[in-house]
């Protein structure tokens, strides 16, 4: 691959919204991503529902995680989670459209931690999440 093919930090949003496999049959997809913040989305459908008829936690947290890995993976170099914590605040529902936007806390050259809000489609709050990850000496690409 020369040079000018080499996939480029912008392209991040298209990489993970393909291989991020998990993420995609989850029905997740970023939307935007920059160096400060990420943001996924996600429809919640009757498969993110459990036994309670609300979303499911581990759904709410693939969201999030898809973004905080977008916002984490941005510059190019690959980044790990390492720690996560999730606040659930309130329920999401069938039919809710769900916005997970992650902001950058601390953006360390090894272990960079990030904050994400997921809101409803009349920006009520969902979840909460923080991240931390690890830079590896490897390209994301």
Known sequence: M???NTPQPADIKELLNRTDRFAVLAGCRITEVDERHAVAV???????????????????FTLADLAIAALMNH???LTFGISSSLMFVSSARLGDTLTAEAVSVA?????????????????RLICHVTGMGYRKNASVF
């Open 2 to 4: 020369t040079q000018e």
């Open 42 to 60: 996600m429809t919640v459908t009757e498969a993110h529902l459990n036994g309670g008829n609300v979303c499911q936690g581990g759904a709410l």
């Open 75 to 77: 510059g190019g170099q």
């Open 107 to 123: 953006d360390h050259h090894k272990i960079p931690a990030v904050e994400v809000r997921v809101t409803n489609q009349d920006g």
